[in-house]
């Protein structure tokens, strides 16, 4: 990729950049959120169309006009959150839109399809049954999968988005011997990671954007964390989390025996006991999806459980509404940004506005005091970082990671006595996610509750005074940080008591 530029209003996304990528290697991407690392990727996937520069494939220049145009060239994308079916099979999923015909194309080969995909997962050491559907397998089989379905239709050039966000450690493990398979195949790999040790562990050479610009291509052989992050940054990073003893003082957040069930009766939250004291963090560790949000949703308000107590400061609020949880002194920063934390359609100064229209700071009756609101949104701008050209911008318009910082910013000034922070550092860069860990510490400092929520495993572990496992719904076990490692969590996370461990934090 020879000089990109790709421009959105107000915003050049890629300014001149540059990128050299060598057949057979594993290329990553590292940048701050707004950096131009996921730009870059759908200009070459062919979901952006470049305004200036040049994309070269085997020494061919080549014009993308659609993501069908670059899966024919021979270049793939596997998303972070996968696009499958769950109620097909592994072969339907991976043939799905290039299915083989029988009888004059008139029906469906589910034969000749289930023996293509058998033979292409033997050929990569994936270990998949063709037969199996998609909502019977774990979360590492379904990333293998969607890596089936780009080489299913040819891909020489495979793009990675932050691959490893939902495994657990030992799936990651998994994860990084298909890539030496594919590797040794001669396929070409790039990552877009924010995850600095594992882009030191996997890859061949690691790309640093930094503003919508190029700013160096570093040899993880030689670089280091430190160096990798100051890069991205452009100042030194604290990338250690330096925690404080202390002892932790009275309940604050009590859930007891509480249980979820979904329309079919299933438990998704399975008699859940957890306790967050004054000036503690008590991390949840588990992979997405196993009654994690149902959990959340039930704590905050969002949803009554079908049995169980949630208590705030010894006080009921089991089936009181989010209002009024905000009223007593929660605040939350939710899973879903996008669907949960902003209204899309509102610009930064109406979002800043969400969860204090009953303040009396904000509001007087019905009239909103523009001038205060527009100030606070200043303020998270400002204090978080959010890259944007001025308050008045709308959501959508922004970063992901951008509108997450956003988020936090709100819900941390609001000033509560307990907040749950679910996946606070989603797609956040890694000078962001310095700031977030230091604020989410003072809160803990100040005394305040955290119950946080958290799919980084390396996160869950510096932050947290306890960590409670879960599985299935259920709490496998709460453990001390410093008394476990993290495949002991690892086992945990996937339904497996370890043979030995200390720590034990009940």
Same mark, same amino acid.
Not at 173 to 176: E, G, I, Q, T
Not at 463 to 466: M, P, V
């Given at each position: 990729?020879?000089n990109?530029t790709?421009?959105?209003?107000?915003?050049? =996304?890629?300014?001149q950049?540059?990128l050299?990528v060598?057949?057979?290697?594993v290329h990553?991407?590292l940048?701050e959120?707004?950096a131009?690392?996921s730009?870059?990727?759908?200009?070459l996937?062919?979901?952006?169309?470049?305004?200036g520069?040049t994309v070269y494939?085997n020494?061919?220049e080549?014009?993308f006009?659609?993501?069908?145009?670059?899966?024919d060239?021979?270049?793939?994308?596997?998303h972070?959150?996968?696009?499958?079916?769950?109620?097909?099979?592994? =072969?339907?999923n991976?043939?799905?839109?290039?299915?083989?015909?029988?009888w004059?194309g008139? $029906?469906?080969d $589910?034969?000749?399809?289930?023996?293509?995909?058998r033979?292409l997962?033997e050929?990569?050491n994936?270990? %998949?049954?063709?037969?199996?559907r998609i909502?019977?397998?774990?979360?590492g089989?379904?990333q293998?999968v969607?890596i089936?379905?780009?080489?299913?239709r040819?891909?020489?050039?495979l793009?990675?988005?932050?691959?490893t966000?939902?495994?657990t450690?030992?799936e990651v493990?998994?994860?990084?011997r298909i890539v #030496?398979e594919?590797?040794?195949?001669g396929?070409?790999?790039?990552?877009?990671?924010h995850? %600095?040790?594992e $882009?030191?562990?996997?890859s061949?050479?690691?790309?640093?954007? @930094? #503003?919508?610009e190029n700013?160096g291509?570093?040899?993880?052989?030689?670089a280091t964390?430190?160096s %990798?992050?100051e890069l991205?940054?452009g !100042?030194?990073?604290?990338l250690?989390v330096?925690?404080? #003893?202390?002892?932790p003082?009275?309940p604050?957040?009590s859930v007891?025996d509480l249980?979820?069930e979904?329309d079919?009766g299933v438990?998704q939250?399975?008699d859940?006991?957890?306790?967050?004291?004054e000036?503690e963090?008590?991390?949840i560790?588990?992979v997405?999806?196993?009654?994690?949000s149902?959990?959340?949703?039930?704590v905050v308000?969002?949803?009554v459980?079908?049995?169980g107590?949630?208590?705030?400061?010894g006080?009921?609020?089991?089936?009181v509404?989010? !209002?009024e949880?905000i009223?007593r002194?929660?605040?939350?920063?939710?899973?879903?940004?996008q669907a @949960?934390?902003?209204?899309?359609?509102?610009?930064?100064?109406e979002?800043?506005?969400l969860?204090?229209?009953?303040?009396p700071?904000?509001?007087?009756g019905p009239?909103v005091?523009?001038?205060?609101?527009?100030?606070?949104?200043?303020?998270i701008?400002?204090?978080?970082?959010?890259?944007?050209?001025n308050a008045?911008?709308?959501?959508?318009?922004?970063s992901?990671?951008?509108q997450q910082?956003f988020?936090v910013?709100?819900?941390?000034?609001?000033?509560?006595?307990?907040?749950v922070?679910s996946h606070?550092?989603?797609g956040?860069?890694?000078?962001?996610?310095e700031?977030?860990?230091d604020q989410?510490?003072?809160?803990?400092?100040?005394?305040k509750?955290?119950?946080?929520v958290?799919?980084?495993?390396?996160?869950?572990?510096q932050?947290?005074? !306890?960590i409670?496992?879960?599985?299935?719904?259920?709490?496998?076990d709460?453990?001390?940080?410093?008394?476990?490692t993290?495949?002991d969590?690892?086992?945990?996370?996937a339904?497996?008591?370890?043979?030995?461990y200390?720590?034990? $934090?009940?």
């Open positions: 990729m020879e990109i790709k421009r959105f209003p107000g915003v050049v =996304a890629n300014d950049v540059s050299e060598e057949r057979g290697s990553t991407l940048g959120n707004g131009g690392k730009t870059l990727m759908n200009v996937y062919g979901l952006y169309q470049q305004e520069g494939l020494g061919e080549m014009s006009q659609t993501p069908q145009d670059a899966i060239a021979g270049i793939g994308m596997i972070q959150h996968f696009m499958l079916v769950d109620t097909m099979t592994v =072969a339907e991976v043939t799905l839109g290039n299915e083989p015909r029988k004059n008139l $029906a469906y $589910a034969k000749r399809a289930r023996e293509a995909v033979e997962s050929t990569y994936f270990d %998949l049954d063709p037969t199996d909502e019977d397998i774990s979360v089989e379904k293998r969607e089936l379905k780009t080489l299913y040819g891909a020489d050039v793009i990675f988005d932050e691959p966000a939902v495994l450690p030992q493990d998994d994860l990084f #030496d594919l590797t040794e195949q396929k070409t790999l790039i990552f877009i990671t995850k %600095l040790g $882009a030191m562990e996997i061949d050479d690691i790309t640093v954007l @930094r #503003d919508g700013v291509t570093a040899d993880p052989e030689t964390r430190e %990798l992050a991205m940054v !100042r030194e990073v604290m250690d330096e925690k404080t #003893d202390r002892v003082g009275d604050v957040l007891d249980i979820v979904n079919d438990r939250v399975d859940v006991d957890l306790t967050v004291h000036g963090i008590l991390g560790a588990g997405d999806g196993n009654g994690q149902q959990l959340v949703d039930s308000g969002l949803e459980p079908d049995e107590t949630v208590e705030l400061y006080e009921d609020v089991t089936d509404s989010r !209002r949880h009223k002194g929660m605040s939350f920063v939710p899973e879903d940004r @949960r934390g902003l209204v899309m359609d509102f610009d930064l100064v979002n800043a506005l969860g204090n229209q009953y303040d700071s904000f509001t007087n009239r005091n523009w001038g205060t609101t527009r100030e606070h949104a200043v303020d701008i400002d204090e978080y970082d959010v890259r944007t050209p008045a911008t709308s959501s959508e318009s922004l992901g990671g951008n910082k988020i910013g709100r819900e941390i000034l609001r000033d509560s006595d307990v907040l922070a606070p550092t989603r956040v860069d890694v000078g962001s996610i700031f977030i860990h989410l510490l003072e809160l803990r400092d100040e005394g509750g955290v119950l946080l958290s799919s980084k495993l390396d996160e869950v572990q932050l947290s005074d !306890r409670a496992v879960i599985y299935e719904g259920e709490i496998m709460v453990v001390d940080p410093d008394g476990v993290d495949r969590i690892g086992l945990l996370m339904g497996e008591m370890p043979e030995t200390g720590g034990d $934090a009940e």
